[in-house]
C-alpha cells in the first residue's frame, strides 16, 4: 500500500494537548463504546461522567470515525480530553454503517447500499477465504481511513493511539495484523489496545449466572486472541477486561465485582476496564438502520439501564485504592 501521511507533531508530543495518563495497576475505568452515534447521544454519554460535569463515574469512551456525527462529537467530547478529565479512543468500525474510505476502494466489505455487510464471523470467513489477500488489504484501507479522520479531531494521539474496535473484531488475526500495519502506515504510536478476554474467575466468585451465549463469545475471542499474543508493539498496555460475559446487562455490575476484578487487576499490575453500552438510540438514527441486528442492539432498552448504572458508581477521583 502507499505510504500514508503521518499526524506526529514536529518536535515530539505538545503538552498542552496531551492525553489523560491511562490508570495505574488496580485502577478502575468505566468505558463507553459506540460514541457519537448521534450528537444527542454524544451529549447523553457527556453527562454520565462527573469530571465532564455530569454525574456518573465515566472515565473513558471510544468513538465511531465512520459516524455522520463523529466531528460534531469530537468537538463535545474534545475540551474535556485535552483537560484530563476523559480518555477518548477509536472505536474500529468494521461492521455496521458506511465506510470512511471511497466504497470503490474497499468493495468486500460493502453491500449494494455502500453499508459495511459483515459481522464478526463474516469478517473471519472473508479474511481467510479465496479473497483473503484482497480482503485484508481493503480492511487495511479503511482501518487508516479511520484512524486518519480520528486524528483530525484528537491530533494528540498521534503519538498516543488508543484502540478498540466494534464486535471486537480486531481479535480476529488477520484483522488484527492489518490493523497493525494501518497504525504503522499512518506513523501513529499505539499506546493502548483492548485486550478482549474476560476472566471467569471474579463471575465466578460472585456465583451469578450469565447468559450463555456471553460465555461462547468469551471462550472464542480467548482462543483467537492466543494467535495474537506477542505481535503487539512494546509500548503498548492492555488492560484487564470485563464486558463480554456480562453484555447486554452490564447492568448487573456491582461493588462487590468491582472489587474482584480490582483485586486481580492488582496482581497481574495492571488496569480494569469495565465496557458499557450506554444510551440507546433510535432505529431510524442508528449507523446502518436496515442492518436489524445491529439497528435492534443500537436501540435496546437495557443501554439506559447501563446508563443508569454508570450512575451508581461514585466518581474515579472518590474510589478508595484496593
Known amino acids: 500500500m502507499e505510504k500514508h501521511r503521518t499526524h506526529r507533531p514536529v518536535g515530539g508530543p505538545d503538552p498542552e494537548a496531551a492525553e489523560p495518563a491511562h490508570p495505574a495497576a488496580g485502577g478502575v475505568l468505566f468505558h463507553a463504546d459506540d460514541y457519537g452515534i448521534t450528537l444527542a447521544q454524544a451529549r447523553a454519554i457527556l453527562a454520565l461522567s462527573d469530571a465532564c460535569g455530569g454525574h456518573g463515574a465515566l472515565g473513558s469512551a471510544s468513538a465511531f470515525a465512520n459516524s455522520p456525527a463523529f466531528e460534531e462529537a469530537a468537538a463535545l467530547a474534545a475540551p474535556h480530553v485535552k483537560s484530563g478529565a476523559l480518555l477518548m479512543g477509536l472505536h474500529l468500525n468494521l461492521v455496521e454503517g458506511a465506510p470512511c474510505a471511497d466504497t470503490s476502494d474497499v468493495p468486500l466489505l460493502v453491500n449494494e447500499r455502500g453499508m459495511f455487510c459483515h459481522d464478526f464471523l463474516g ?37 498516543a493511539l ?54 461462547a463469545k468469551n471462550t472464542l475471542l480467548a482462543l483467537l486472541w492466543r494467535m495474537n499474543r506477542g505481535k503487539l508493539p512494546s509500548e503498548c498496555a492492555t488492560s484487564l477486561f470485563c464486558g463480554v460475559v456480562l453484555s447486554g446487562c452490564m447492568e448487573r455490575v456491582d461493588e462487590a465485582l468491582v472489587a474482584a476484578f480490582r483485586s486481580l487487576a492488582t496482581q497481574r499490575g495492571q488496569a480494569v476496564e469495565f ?19 445491529f439497528a435492534a442492539a443500537c436501540a435496546a432498552p437495557g ?11 461514585p466518581p474515579i477521583s472518590q474510589r478508595a485504592e484496593p
Request: glycine share 2%.
Open 162 to 215: 488508543r484502540l478498540d474496535s466494534h464486535q471486537h473484531t480486531h481479535a480476529i488475526p488477520a484483522v488484527f495484523d492489518t490493523l497493525l500495519a494501518a497504525v504503522r502506515s499512518c506513523g501513529c504510536t499505539l499506546s493502548h489496545l483492548r485486550t478482549p478476554v474476560e476472566p471467569l474467575e471474579p463471575h465466578l466468585a460472585r456465583r451469578r449466572a450469565a447468559p450463555p451465549v456471553n460465555i
Open 123 to 159: 469478517l473471519a470467513r472473508l479474511t481467510n477465504g479465496s479473497q483473503r489477500a484482497q480482503a485484508r488489504a481493503q480492511i487495511e484501507r479503511e482501518c487508516v481511513a479511520q484512524i486518519e479522520r480520528f486524528l483530525e479531531a484528537f491530533p494528540a494521539q498521534a503519538h
Open 275 to 293: 465496557l458499557f453500552h450506554p444510551v440507546s438510540v433510535p432505529r431510524a438514527q442508528c449507523l446502518d438502520p436496515e442492518n436489524a441486528p
Open 303 to 313: 443501554r439506559d439501564a447501563e446508563a443508569r448504572a454508570l450512575q451508581r458508581f
